[in-house]
């Protein structure tokens, strides 16, 4: 991807907010967290006609969650649930003969969308394992339903433990703990240690394996990889996949090459570039070329010392090997979820622009440029087509409401909304209404955020509190998605703002990898920016604003309090790391040291970049009320980070506490567990800034 000219096609607030009226209702409540529904990813029926979904809603008694399968006519909406009240429904997706199938209490089902209540459980898709032996892992029916092919496991020699005597053996049985060689021991979420992967017993090599649907099965390939992405020819008579050359060496992050395989077992390897890593890889309507995502693999970006990362490209490469076309060069985004058009001409697909998500379109003969097919200030995501691609469906996401669906032709014409989930719940309650803004950082550059306003806003009844919301990643970005957080906080009382600092994605690749080397310091500039921003345009107290977030927010938010320690009055630092050092070796993630802090804590370079960026580096500097909320067994950002902050404010004298959640990794789930921490943030933020404004 390249530097490109692009316009956002959003209004942008460049002065003091407009807002045109307020929404009438009550504040939304911490009860309200169980009223919420969840609209699932939409599934478009072949012939376009209907499209298939899920709701799922939160359940206080179990902190469990219950879903439902719907459908909807494109036509004429009308939506029904189609699954059975308390079944807990998932997966629907559509057959070739246009039913539609989902799974609930262990089985799969299926019905004519045309006729109400035809369910019937549906063996028809029930895979057909059996067939091949043990060890299988993927089956897959290629389109006209006449061939399977099948992903297995292959047997490997076993290993048996031998010890010199009974007397061992019985203490090697006694052992309480766990004993580990490999390096890739620990990954957030998964049992402790992981599994090691370069290991056969573990991770056996996988053969591709194919059946005519009423032959026998026989063994395609014998490569001893691990095939990832297997997808069907349209025609049926190949087969194509990524793998990686060296999943077994430890000490490499890996890097996939896209393979074909014919049904007489003849394999090509099809992408020639060993420091690139592919994915997702399809075939052309007409079999003759292959679609795939490639990126620079994080070993060349290591290996290559780069002052920044690789990017992220479309392209396609004739079948029978040759020369790769990147299409999409000259665009300087990140593409996601790409497929062909039936007729191959174009590849539609989704990709971030700003805060916003849209539908993209791009020639695949790289004639034309990326063309945008959506717009508007929303997210467009979980894009479904139908089989000739005349119609699509997408979930669309803004920030003053829940996410619904709607449907539109391929060109994003005739657009309309199928579903109604949330019709209640908004007519109900004010949610907050948000305000795009575009400001300059310290340096010039030009930032992207978004404020919420407090419930029953009016100017003559501020100053108002701030709380300035930090995303993580840092490669994501906030945007048209609605919060209930945030909602939260602006019920009451407080101005909510997001701001899309440096390394946010959406905004070309010069503003992604704009914090290199260089962690807190260009993007904590940029929030302070939109903290100034604001202040000097609205009602809020300069004495009385927060700071919040989550992983690299919750970094961010240690960062600030040190860097600008007179700036505010209460933090809120959820799963933040402190010290880059102690991190290297106790998180899952090295790689991102070994690249953007360019190398390893011993060497010197390195060393002294994770110091200079470390939250803790500074902590003598901290004023800050801070409550610090982590995970007991948080393997991307170890709760020992946390801790390491918590004692040095305690040590200050500086109000501190800790919030550690049992059994919870990185990502804190669970309702009990959400609903708790939002009642002890807004108690937190309320002590030391004060949710209603002062007289």
């Known amino acids: 991807m390249r530097s490109v000219t692009r316009t956002v096609l959003v209004a942008s607030l460049m002065g003091v907010p407009l807002i045109a009226a307020f929404p009438q209702g009550r504040a939304l409540t911490i009860e309200d967290y169980y009223r919420l529904r969840t609209v699932g990813a939409p599934q478009m029926s072949p012939d376009g006609r209907w499209v298939a979904y899920t709701v799922s809603r939160r359940i206080e008694s179990t902190n469990g969650d219950s879903s439902e399968v719907w459908i909807a006519s494109t036509q004429a909406p009308q939506p029904r649930r189609v699954s059975a ?26 019905l004519n969308p045309d006729v109400p209540d035809s369910i019937v459980e549906n063996s028809s898709v029930t895979p057909q394992s059996e067939r091949f032996g043990g060890g299988v892992v993927r089956v897959l029916t290629s389109a006209d339903d006449k061939r399977i092919a099948a992903v297995r496991n292959m047997p490997v020699q076993k290993r048996d433990r031998a010890f010199a005597s009974d007397f061992e053996k019985r203490h090697e049985e006694r052992f309480k703990g766990v004993q580990f060689d490999w390096l890739d021991f620990q990954r957030d979420g998964q049992p402790f240690p992981v599994p090691n992967r370069t290991d056969p017993e573990v991770s056996p090599p996988q053969e591709l394996f194919v059946a005519d649907s009423d032959g026998p099965a026989r063994q395609l390939t014998r490569l001893s990889l691990r095939p990832a992405g297997v997808a069907w020819s349209p025609d049926a008579r190949a087969l194509v996949f990524t793998a990686d050359m060296g999943y077994r060496d ?322 809120v630092a959820g799963a933040g ?19 953007e802090f360019f190398g390893y804590p011993w060497e010197e370079k390195a060393r002294n970049i994770m110091i200079r960026q470390s939250p803790l580096t500074y902590a003598g500097r901290v004023k800050t009320p801070t409550l610090f909320v982590h995970g007991e067994v948080d393997q991307r950002v170890p709760y020992s980070e946390a801790e390491q902050m918590y004692v040095a404010l305690k040590k200050l004298g500086v109000p501190a506490k800790m919030i550690q959640y049992q059994g919870m990794a990185h990502g804190i789930t669970g309702s009990w567990n959400n609903v708790h921490r939002m009642l002890n943030e807004l108690r937190w933020l309320n002590q030391y800034l004060g949710a209603r404004p002062a007289p």
């Open 577 to 595: 790391i402190v010290n880059w050092v102690s991190d290297y070796g106790t998180a899952d993630i090295a790689r991102t040291k070994e690249t």
């Open 85 to 110: 009240s308390a079944s807990h429904a998932t997966m629907p997706l559509w057959a070739s003969d246009g039913r539609l199938t989902f799974a609930a209490g262990g089985r799969r089902w299926a």
């Open 250 to 571: 430890e000490r490499r992050y890996g890097a996939s090459a896209v393979y074909t395989v014919n049904l007489d077992g003849n394999v090509r390897r099809v992408t020639v570039d060993s420091e690139y890593n592919h994915s997702s890889a399809q075939f052309s309507p007409d079999g003759k070329w292959i679609l795939f995502t490639r990126q620079l693999s994080t070993d060349a970006v290591i290996a290559r010392k780069l002052e920044h990362g690789g990017p992220t490209d479309l392209a396609i490469v004739p079948a029978d090997g040759g020369t790769e076309r990147n299409l999409t060069a000259n665009w300087d985004l990140l593409p996601s979820n790409a497929e062909f058009s039936p007729d191959g001409k174009f590849v539609y697909f989704e990709g971030g622009i700003g805060g916003a998500t849209h539908v993209f379109r791009v020639a695949a003969n790289g004639a034309d440029p990326v063309t945008q097919v959506t717009t508007g200030e929303r997210r467009i995501t979980n894009v479904s087509f139908d089989k000739a691609m005349t119609r699509m469906a997408y979930s669309v996401g803004l920030i003053e409401a829940p996410s619904e669906i709607y449907v539109a032709n391929i060109d994003g014409s005739n657009e309309r909304r199928i579903t109604n989930v949330h019709e209640s719940f908004v007519r109900e309650i004010a949610l907050s209404k948000a305000d795009r803004l575009r400001f300059p950082s310290k340096d010039g550059t030009q930032i992207e955020g978004w404020l919420l306003y407090p419930h029953g806003y009016a100017r003559e009844k501020g100053p108002y509190p701030l709380v300035v919301s930090n995303h993580g990643g840092p490669h994501s970005a906030d945007g048209y998605v609605f919060d209930f957080k945030n909602q939260f906080l602006a019920a009451n009382g407080y101005f909510v703002l997001e701001v899309n600092f440096r390394s946010s994605t959406g905004y070309g690749e010069k503003f992604l990898w704009g914090t290199w080397g260089a962690w807190g310091d260009r993007d904590g500039e940029d929030v302070m920016a939109g903290i100034d921003h604001v202040l000097a345009r609205l009602p809020i107290a300069r004495a009385r604003v927060a700071a919040m977030g989550h992983s690299y927010g919750g970094f961010m938010t240690n960062w600030l309090i040190t860097q600008y320690p007179d700036r505010f009055a209460a933090a």
